[in-house]
């Protein structure tokens, strides 16, 4: 096992200082597409995924209250809301973490507070629960890997407790957590794994204890030994520990997409272990879900309104320099809460939400062709 100073390599930018700290990326244009909007009804939206053939688009709530734990189902040929899903967990799991569906689209795993729920795609039926141990803090998302056999769970450390994160593996077969891994920091952003389904990097932030720092890295792990491969430190200002979150990887798991800090697009090649650019999205910290294209040509990401008389908007961004080139306007509601590219590449998936003034959001899945 190589030592920590070995491991920890530190991704500098190759840009200018201007680039570093986010120069805005001005957009060159301003498109106003046709978009078919799904009402959801009393649901905040909070993960979405598309089932492998298509077909179906499955949306988490956010909502923390007894009876919210809601899955539901649109039909993306239809433009309808096929169906709603309630996962049979207790009423103390409040919240819906993270969503994923399984690579033949015939199960769902459901994160909630303290486990997780599969459910069967086409019914909705709860088939087993699978306990998860106390949380540090709160499990903040999951990610499929070992092609399929085994869910990893990230376990997000309250940040005062000065205790590191933890990455959980879970044996599907056997419907059990099978090991426990702890992170060098405290708060996780995401799970990404590699295409070779044997390693996975995940975004965290926080205070690492071995040298005493406050960081924001992307640690890689081997999933089946849990060694730590690389720890790639962001170059960040002082004192900005925040992970990157709402992060993608590309097809070939070299570049890796992410937000940081709700306002800053950040591209890095972990391979190389540079970052490849820094673009500001927003002068307000409004930047939210990011999806990528299925050509790999542009990014996606949701903007939230910038001020009460303004509708989210999706920025466009080059996926090689992170540059802007378009913003999609014209969507409803507040707030951008999940994005992501059908499979076809064709259309585009918008959760959004709406505070109506009763402190009941109302959410919709607003969907435009690319």
Do not use: C
């Amino acid at each position: 096992m190589p030592s920590s100073s070995q491991i920890t390599r530190t991704i500098r930018t190759m840009a200018t200082a201007a680039l570093m700290v986010g120069v805005a990326a001005p957009a060159t244009a301003t498109s106003d597409p046709h978009i078919d909007v799904v009402p959801l009804g009393d649901f905040t939206p909070n993960q979405s995924v598309v089932s492998p053939d298509g077909r179906f688009t499955y949306l988490s709530a956010a909502t923390q209250r007894p009876g919210a734990l809601l899955v539901k189902v649109v039909d993306n040929a239809t433009r309808t809301l096929a169906a709603t899903y309630a996962p049979e967990v207790p009423t103390t799991d409040y919240w819906i973490n993270d969503l994923t569906i399984s690579s033949d689209g015939n199960e769902l795993y459901v994160l909630t507070a303290q486990r997780v729920a599969v459910l069967d795609a086409r019914t909705g039926d709860t088939e087993t629960t699978i306990p998860l141990p106390p949380s540090r803090g709160q499990f903040t998302g999951e990610a499929l890997a070992s092609v399929g056999r085994a869910l990893l769970v990230a376990d997000q450390a309250d940040f005062s407790q000065e205790v590191p994160g933890r990455l959980l593996t879970i044996d599907l077969a056997r419907s059990t957590v099978v090991a426990e891994l702890d992170l060098k920091r405290a708060w996780v952003g995401d799970l990404l794994v590699a295409p070779d389904q044997h390693t996975v990097h995940v975004t965290t932030g926080g205070y690492r204890q071995d040298v005493q720092k406050n960081e924001s890295a992307i640690e890689t792990y081997d999933v089946g030994t849990g060694t730590l491969v690389s720890d790639l430190v962001l170059d960040t200002p002082p004192d900005v520990f925040i992970p990157l979150g709402h992060s993608v990887l590309g097809k070939d798991g070299r570049r890796l997409y992410g937000v940081h800090l709700r306002q800053d697009l950040m591209i890095v090649d972990h391979v190389q272990g540079k970052l490849i650019s820094t673009t500001r999205l927003t002068e307000h910290p409004i930047a939210g879900p990011l999806a990528l294209g299925t050509d790999e040509k542009q990014l996606y990401i949701g903007l939230d309104q910038a001020t009460q008389d303004d509708g989210p908007t999706v920025a466009v961004a080059d996926a090689t320099t992170g540059t802007t080139l378009d913003t999609l306007t014209g969507f409803t509601d507040d707030w951008v809460s999940s994005l992501i590219v059908h499979p076809h590449g064709r259309t585009l998936h918008v959760g959004t939400a709406t505070d109506p003034g009763t402190n009941v959001y109302q959410g919709a899945l607003q969907i435009t062709e690319l």
